[in-house]
């Protein structure tokens, strides 16, 4: 039985002390850019089809937000639209053999999304048989008559090798095609949102993940004179800016390290990309001595790019890169993850924050019984309407967790969370950079 429990706490701490990208926008945005949850809250009874009282009953979803709905994400007893409501919806002119016999449709609420006070945006989950379901986002105009319609998502059990997700940021969707059937493939096409409810493809060299972008890393590499080698591709973005940018960062192992070498630090290249050419616009560069991107005991656990859209002002924003670090100490797990931010202007790319930490976790394992206690710092960022030097100030909701793995009256292994402190934190841009200002 202990041993069940040791596992238990390993799977455990694998799953739940894994640092969250919670960088947000708005305080009051819990779900966004999270992978679509198991639905369990659309259990209601609308006793009122009209397509108004429809419409209302959805929930409210606040952007940037991912969708990428499969099978799993449904139980059984999720909510079917009835017929009456399937009409109010018009969903029969954009599937019209909905009723037909064979098909098998069935359609259920997800949520709506706010682009305008012109048109309504809701996102209906149809199921197209037993094995191929898919999100349509759906415009409506004020009367209820469809504008456009997009598929945001897709899945399907039949052969398992297609599937498609988006992310939604503003009125841009940038949907993911997958394709597993040989091997994994990646298409990305960026989709706009236009002022009267209208969904158009913008033309931007969509980016396949196995042939564009390699070629668009070959030449960023050849163009800052690097050794292909020495770099690797961290992670790429369009801008949420300017979806005709492509933002990529690469990391470079610093001269004096080996690939063999246990300890190594890595030069951080951060550029801004034209996709349809290749061309390098703006560059930022920072060596290892200073970037934080050192992997020793504390290793480099991962780099990526954040995916929150920072605007800072009304004509300037910013992008973060996450870096996060873990030790593979069993007794005394470590875990952090810090965010910096960076901004583009007439020269190149301005570092603003510097690897602030969003999420540190200490811990103290028992490997012999069911038992384990962490402290975890839990930062939330929100930019806040107070403008210092031209600039949004930056505020950091911070909270201080006390996390304990005991064995309950039933013989599991569970962790209980208690609150030790939560505080308030406010970054000021002093010109060049972001400081703290205690509160």
């Known amino acids: 039985m202990k041993t069940i429990y040791i596992l238990f706490i390993f799977l455990i701490l694998g799953c739940t002390d894994e640092p969250k990208e919670k960088t947000k926008t708005e305080s009051e945005v819990k779900d966004t850019l999270v992978e679509k949850a198991p639905i369990t809250t659309i259990q209601k009874s609308f006793t009122d089809p009209t397509f108004h009282s429809i419409i209302k009953n959805l929930s409210i979803r606040k952007t940037p937000i991912v969708d990428s709905t499969t099978f799993d994400s ?11 409501e399937v009409a109010a919806l018009q969903l029969y002119k954009i599937y019209p053999n909905f009723y037909k016999e064979g098909y098998n449709y069935k359609a259920t609420p997800s949520y709506k999304l706010e682009f305008s006070e012109e048109f309504y945006s809701a996102v209906i989950v149809i199921f197209k048989g037993e094995n191929e379901m898919e999100s349509q986002l759906i415009n409506y105009n004020i009367d209820g008559n469809i504008i456009d319609a997009k598929v945001i998502a897709y899945d399907e059990t039949a052969e398992g090798a297609f599937q498609r997700k988006s992310k939604i940021e503003n009125n841009i969707i940038t949907t993911t095609y997958i394709d597993w059937m040989d091997e994994k493939k990646e298409t990305i096409e960026v989709f706009e949102i236009t002022e009267n409810g209208n969904i158009k493809p913008v033309v931007t060299n969509s980016v396949n993940t196995t042939s564009q972008e390699s070629e668009l890393f070959e030449k960023v590499v050849q163009q800052l004179g690097l050794e292909k080698p020495r770099v690797h591709l961290e992670g790429t973005k369009i801008s949420s800016a300017n979806i005709n940018e492509l933002i990529m960062v690469l990391s470079e192992l610093a001269e004096e390290y080996d690939d063999d070498d246990e300890a190594y630090g890595l030069n951080s290249h951060i550029v801004i990309v034209n996709p349809k050419n290749g061309k390098v616009t703006h560059n930022f560069f920072e060596s290892s001595e200073t970037n934080g991107w050192f992997s020793d005991a504390v290793f480099i656990d991962g780099i990526s790019i954040d995916t929150t859209h920072y605007k800072l002002s009304e004509s300037k924003s910013a992008f973060g890169v996450l870096l996060k670090h873990r030790t593979q100490s069993q007794p005394n797990p470590y875990n952090t993850s810090t965010l910096s931010l960076f901004m583009k202007d007439d020269f190149g790319i301005q570092k603003i924050l510097d690897n602030y930490t969003i999420y540190e976790s200490t811990g103290e394992v028992n490997l012999n019984s069911c038992h384990a206690q962490f402290n975890i710092i839990d930062n939330s960022l929100v930019v806040d309407n107070v403008t210092t030097n031209e600039l949004f100030d930056l505020v950091i909701k911070t909270k201080n967790t006390q996390r304990i793995f005991a064995e309950d009256k039933n013989g ?28």
């Open 412 to 439: 599991e292994c569970n962790p209980i969370d208690s609150i030790l402190s939560q505080k308030d934190v406010v970054l000021k841009f002093d010109g060049k950079i972001y400081k703290e200002i205690k509160k």
């Open 74 to 84: 449904y139980k059984d007893d999720f909510k079917i639209y009835t017929k009456e």
